[in-house]
């Protein structure tokens, strides 16, 4: 079955930088976009950035831009979120996700494979 495992979650202060991972298996992981959400204490999930199959084309959330970037690595089957300039309100589980449709970047109601995500705490 896809399994899907975020590390790399932690306490940082404001301004520091984090970089997530996502080590992906039971899944030709080349094959397929990722993505990271996170869902910040009382609020709904949100979508944080997208990554194509082979790493050419990337989306991110509108107020991201800038600060995040995701990148892959298809021989290692997994994809990173490099966080930076982190500010108390990023605070928040991340998790990555995969959707069932290969190649292109999905929608985010497409995602159906889910990680447990891991804790980002941004101190102020």
């Known amino acids: 079955q896809v399994q899907l495992a975020e590390s790399g979650g932690g306490l940082v202060q404001a301004g520091d930088s984090l970089r997530l991972s996502c080590a992906a298996s039971?899944?030709?992981?080349?094959?397929?976009?990722m993505g990271w959400f996170r869902q910040a204490p009382g609020k709904e999930r949100d979508f944080v950035a997208a990554i194509s199959y082979n790493g050419g084309s990337t989306d991110y959330a509108d107020s991201l831009k800038g600060r995040f970037t995701i990148s892959r690595d298809n021989a290692k089957n997994t994809v990173y979120l490099q966080m930076n300039s982190l500010k108390p309100e990023d605070t928040a589980v991340y998790y990555c996700?995969?959707?069932?449709?290969?190649?292109?970047?999905?929608?985010?109601?497409?995602?159906?494979?889910w990680g447990q995500g891991t804790q980002v705490t941004v101190s102020s």
């Open positions: 996700a995969a959707p069932r449709a290969i190649g292109r970047i999905v929608r985010p109601y497409e995602y159906v494979y």
């Open positions: 039971g899944i030709t992981f080349s094959m397929y976009s």
